[in-house]
RNA sequence: GCGCCCGUAGCUCAGUGGACAGAGCAACGGCCUUCUAAGCCGUCGGCCGGAGGUUCGAAUCCUCCCGGGCGCACCA
């Protein structure tokens, strides 16, 4: 989808192609921001696209087009048969006043007519406290949430946690064990069960508010023991996320799935369609029948249900509660799952649509050129929250969204901690800070931009940044239905830099009024743009630093 | 062995099939009696892992190879 002033191009080319070419086949028009100034402000492949069906080659179509196509520009043919756009200035500067007019709703794309999309992240058991890479992930999650939102659905984030089962019973004893030990009794973790240190400074908190002793680990004990861990542990997830300022909508427990009959139902269904068969004992989803990786056990021989078998029935309930479309995102290790419970709703014959997984690497934390080793199993993890408490949300944020999802994430430590502008995310915020310091000085100044007369704005800086806010709904979109936010981290990244570049070369405030109600205008458009990145990426929009 | 992802400047990474490959950090050198120098400008730095192929055109798509991550349970 291009941006207003691509738009305009297109349009007029659209009408120029089809004079010239009245029985072509269609094509898709593209035209991209030029690299090169000599190249003008946008380009189009369109000659060398349809040059083949046309029969005629690239450079003499290109001729015919330029030839043909009317606008508010000047077209030059250039290299292998590209047409170059020289757009006149007060088009670009209608660019600008586009998106002043449309004020804080810049950004906001109407494409989703308000359907409901679930957003599913984080997702993590209440075993223990967060770590760096569930931040990831609830940034990831976050961010992506609001970039829909922005294209215009009604979205809900989901978590998604088991708090009973084996894993949970485990993480019970653990804490038992832990307890025990502060009666002076010492025994094993059990096998498989959880190490780390914040068990024990959850036995000591308990151990002061009980006078109980627990000394034997009976049904009525691990019922307790469960039930304190389990809370606890989901009070810290969601402080954690608290500070890191994401909130959920919907808490799912996949309990309330086993006691809805939800997993039998699925499994009817599945059956119904021949989508499953026995062997060995136990029903087999027919997944590479279907597209995926594997044939997967759903009920083991024993009867009980595999996490499979509930996650595809999790995925059919979230289907009946009316989402049109639903994102999962989730690390890079459930490949397999992730292609199987696709598998199961094809089988179901739903919506090939209705599903996304949005997939991203781990992350790992780098101080002073060395890469900190990280092992879960035996406790040893850096925490979310020292993360946070250590560099604050914002800085974790951006440095959290800030690379492709599908590339492993190295969070280096130094540069997040620098305090200097350095620090990208300090940059984009200072950009903002230094407008609203320019803004307060004007309204001492009694200057205001209210209907200022944009054809002042002649500089080159000024064109070119006006160009780039032009392209920040389009940003939004591409950044959305690509599953990459870090697109956005990139955009304000480059637009900050801009802003400062032309800050130092021009003065806002000088002695020409005209002039500098004209830059005023540019700049509260670039606020507004900046203001509208920072939001979506969960970060603070300062005033004054 | 099989599947997915990654390999771009010394380091960390951008780069919707397009015209001489970009940024930050690091190194070096400049710019403040003026709106926040918490800034800006410049220099240095590359056979885009390798080899083939598709295309008018490839860092980008396809195949193979090399190197790294993750996964391949009747675990969750």
Redesign the pocket.
Known sequence: MPTYLERLIIESLSEAYRAVRPDGPTVTI?V?????PE??DY?S?LA??A??SAGIP?RELAERLMKAVGGPFRVEV?????L?FFLARPTIHAALSEALSRSDRFGFIDEGEGKRAQIEFVSS?PTGPLTVGHGRQAVLGDVLSALYERLGYDVEREYYF?DE???IDLLAESLWVRFRELHGESRPIPEGGYEGDYLREMAKDLRAETEEEFSEFDPPTRERFRREAVSRITEWIKEDLAKLGVRFDTWFS?ADLHRAGKVEEALVELEKRGGVYE????VWLAAERHGG??D??LI???G?P???MVDIAYHIDKFRRGFSRVIDVQ???????QSCVKAALRILDFPDDFLSYA?H??VSL?EK?EIKRMSTRAGRFFTLRALIDELGRDVVRYFMI???P?????F?LD?ARS????N?A??VK?AH??I???F??AAGMKIDHAGADLSLLAEEEELELIKKIDRFPEVIR?AAVSF?P??LA?YA?DLA?SF??Y???????GDDIELSRARLSLLSAIKLVLKGTLDILGMDAPE??
């Open positions: 593209e991209r921001p030029s690299d090169r190249f003008g380009s492949n060398l696209i040059s083949r690239p250039a290299g292998p048969g590209f170059n058991n088991n089962g084996r894993q996949e062997k060995d004992g136990a990786a594997k997967s056990v083991r021989s024993d009980r595999t996490y499979l690390g890079s290790d459930h490949q397999v799952e997939v690497q781990f780098k050129g800030s690379r492709r599908e590339a492993h994430l190295e280096d540069l305090e200097s502008l350095d990208p300090t940059y200072y800070t230094r609203a310091s320019i307060r000085k591409v990459a870090h697109m990139e990244l830099r400062h570049a800050y130092d070369k021009h003065r806002v405030l004054e630093m």
